[in-house]
């Protein structure tokens, strides 16, 4: 096994290991770590959407952000930039947030609940396939959102940033800041462990490039498993993990946060596989990348929390009681968006980034 | 035929969607690729050794640029 292979092992050990521990040190279950959940309850906190019960300054997303910064920065590979389409990502990431929620989690949560058990996240995975699938005809047909250029040094360092002014605000407490009383929102680990888990798994995941879109779509497309390698380690662990803290429970029903609508398990995840796969990451990729300097993934990070706001706000997440008519229509209407969106932004190859000298 | 693909500010997969692309192009003796972040440099070489089996060679050309190269 080459080194890179081994670091990609080692990178999926670390997170399917933390997110069964960041259970046991008071997450919700089967949400060691979940960014569209911890999204929305961090929007939650600050005050755009009133769904009490996921109001939390949840400190594993500015953990990423900032692990994945110190990554980049140590090994030199922090860069400005961004141009690459911002405002299109903007609300493509506001639609990721709805359809994750309404298979209730994002690609990372789903291998977690998978390695828990819950069979639903199965239905989810094999919507999740055949979104990226449907992404990959996309980005073979020469979909782009465009290239990113060079930016100056502040842009790069509004991802840090913010994270930095999530960390104050969960320190200093001030009354402005929701808090959940009770349901998933009131349950999390301590606040120096979820930082420090969030911190670790940035900088690993810097470090690897570990995606879950990347994953399955370098598997189809190239027929490389270097991505799917992390995917399959999370698992793994995460389910060894599970059965000796005695939380593994097989079965479609009775899940925690979860619902059994196969149907929408299946769409919902297959809109999100596929508006993840033309971004070019997973909502946890995108926090990398905003580490990174990468302004254009902060932009859909800020979608992402935008969207998953809106989610509650109009009703379209689901609980463990279903999925809202207004979240099927939702997600109906984001899936038609993002096929729009596939079939019209392209470009024709040979012309515009490749030409030829004899 | 020398051929050069310009993948600068792609995000992934793009960068290594172009590489293949002219990869599979017969006329296509020699192939550079300019890319600017390390994960597309590390990408783009490593599917460029798994397309051809040869190691590219990589040249930094500006402070986080790199022209990736190989003959056909």
């Given at each position: 096994?080459?080194?890179?292979?081994?670091?990609?092992?080692?990178?999926?050990?670390?997170?399917?290991?933390?997110g069964?521990l960041l259970v046991v040190l008071g997450n919700p279950k089967n949400m060691g770590v979940c960014v569209v959940c911890f999204l929305r309850d961090i929007g939650g906190a600050l005050g755009l959407h009133r769904a009490a019960i996921v109001q939390n300054l949840r400190m594993e997303v500015p953990g990423?952000?900032?692990?994945?910064?110190?990554?980049?920065?140590?090994?030199?590979?922090?860069?400005?930039?961004?141009?690459?389409?911002?405002?299109?990502?903007?609300?493509?990431?506001?639609?990721?947030?709805?359809?994750?929620l309404?298979?209730l989690g994002?690609?990372?949560r789903?291998?977690l609940?998978?390695?828990?058990?819950?069979?639903?996240?199965?239905?989810?995975?094999?919507?999740?396939?055949?979104?990226?699938?449907?992404?990959?005809?996309?980005?073979?047909?020469?979909?782009?959102?465009?290239?990113?250029?060079?930016?100056?040094?502040?842009?790069?360092?509004?991802?840090?940033?913010?994270?930095?002014?999530l960390?104050?605000l969960a320190v200093a407490a001030p009354a402005f800041i929701f808090r959940s009383g009770s349901g998933p929102g009131s349950m999390a680990a301590p606040l120096l462990y979820s930082l420090?888990a969030g911190?670790?798994?940035?900088?690993?995941?810097?470090?690897?490039?570990?995606?879950?879109?990347?994953?399955?779509?370098?598997?189809?497309?190239?027929?490389?498993?270097?991505?799917?390698?992390?995917?399959?380690?999370?698992?793994?662990?995460?389910?060894?993990?599970?059965?000796?803290?005695?939380s593994?429970?097989?079965?479609?029903?009775?899940q925690p946060v979860a619902?059994?609508?196969?149907?929408?398990?299946?769409?919902?995840?297959?809109?999100?596989?596929?508006?993840?796969?033309?971004?070019?990451?997973?909502?946890?990729?995108?926090?990398?990348?905003?580490?990174?300097?990468?302004?254009?993934?902060?932009?859909?990070?800020?979608?992402?929390?935008?969207?998953a706001a809106?989610a509650h706000?109009?009703?379209?997440a689901a609980s463990p009681a279903?999925?809202?008519?207004?979240?099927?229509?939702?997600?109906?209407?984001?899936?038609?968006?993002?096929?729009?969106?596939?079939?019209?932004?392209?470009?024709?190859?040979?012309?515009?980034?490749?030409?030829?000298?004899? | 035929?020398?051929?050069?693909?310009?993948?600068?500010?792609?995000?992934?997969?793009?960068?290594?969607?172009?590489?293949?692309?002219?990869?599979?192009?017969?006329?296509?003796?020699?192939?550079?690729?300019?890319?600017?972040?390390?994960?597309?440099?590390?990408?783009?070489?490593?599917?460029?050794?798994?397309?051809?089996?040869?190691?590219?060679?990589?040249?930094?050309?500006?402070?986080?640029?790199?022209?990736?190269?190989?003959?056909?």
């Amino acid at each position: 096994m080459s080194g890179e292979r081994k670091k990609m092992l080692g990178a999926g050990l670390l997170v399917g290991a933390l997110g069964v521990l960041l259970v046991v040190l008071g997450n919700p279950k089967n949400m060691g770590v979940c960014v569209v959940c911890f999204l929305r309850d961090i929007g939650g906190a600050l005050g755009l959407h009133r769904a009490a019960i996921v109001q939390n300054l949840r400190m594993e997303v500015p953990g990423f952000i900032l692990g994945s910064f110190l990554a980049a920065v140590l090994f030199g590979e922090f860069k400005s930039r961004g141009g690459s389409n911002p405002i299109l990502r903007f609300f493509m990431g506001a639609m990721v947030s709805i359809t994750a929620l309404v298979f209730l989690g994002c690609p990372l949560r789903m291998v977690l609940r998978l390695a828990a058990g819950d069979l639903n996240a199965v239905v989810g995975l094999i919507g999740f396939a055949c979104g990226i699938a449907v992404g990959i005809y996309f980005l073979k047909r020469g979909f782009t959102l465009g290239r990113s250029y060079p930016q100056h040094k502040v842009a790069g360092a509004v991802g840090p940033a913010f994270a930095i002014f999530l960390v104050v605000l969960a320190v200093a407490a001030p009354a402005f800041i929701f808090r959940s009383g009770s349901g998933p929102g009131s349950m999390a680990a301590p606040l120096l462990y979820s930082l420090g888990a969030g911190l670790l798994i940035g900088a690993v995941a810097q470090r690897t490039r570990l995606c879950m879109v990347g994953g399955i779509r370098d598997m189809i497309m190239f027929k490389d498993s270097h991505l799917l390698l992390g995917f399959i380690a999370i698992f793994v662990v995460a389910l060894i993990g599970n059965l000796l803290a005695g939380s593994f429970n097989l079965g479609f029903a009775d899940q925690p946060v979860a619902h059994t609508n196969h149907f929408y398990n299946f769409l919902g995840m297959l809109a999100t596989g596929l508006g993840a796969a033309l971004l070019g990451g997973c909502p946890l990729r995108q926090l990398i990348l905003a580490g990174e300097g990468d302004s254009d993934a902060m932009v859909t990070v800020m979608g992402l929390i935008v969207g998953a706001a809106t989610a509650h706000n109009f009703g379209l997440a689901a609980s463990p009681a279903g999925v809202p008519v207004n979240g099927q229509i939702a997600n109906w209407v984001i899936l038609a968006l993002f096929v729009l969106i596939g079939f019209t932004a392209h470009e024709t190859r040979k012309t515009t980034a490749t030409k030829s000298k004899k | 035929m020398q051929h050069i693909v310009d993948a600068r500010g792609r995000s992934c997969p793009e960068p290594v969607i172009l590489t293949r692309q002219a990869l599979n192009d017969k006329s296509i003796e020699s192939l550079t690729v300019m890319v600017d972040a390390a994960v597309a440099r590390e990408n783009v070489a490593r599917a460029i050794l798994s397309a051809t089996g040869k190691q590219a060679q990589i040249n930094e050309t500006a402070g986080g640029e790199w022209e990736i190269s190989v003959k056909l």
